[in-house]
């Protein structure tokens, strides 16, 4: 279920809703006003290998291997 977040606009508390879909009503936790706005959402994915296809450089370290610190 994905995360959407929000602010409401009556007292500015940020929140977050996981939600089956983002177009279901939703109130502020703090004063249950329903005037929230969905904010932006920044996402991070960690580990894992580049995609195939990726144009990622090879190597690693400061450079991608392209100094002599390695």
Known sequence: MPVYEYRC????????????TGSAPVACPSCASAEVRRTLSVVAIRGGAAPA??????????????CSCH
């Open 53 to 66: 296809g990726s144009t990622a450089p090879a190597g690693g370290g400061c450079c991608a291997g392209g």
């Open 9 to 20: 606009g009556a007292c500015g508390t940020e929140f977050e809703r996981y939600l089956s």
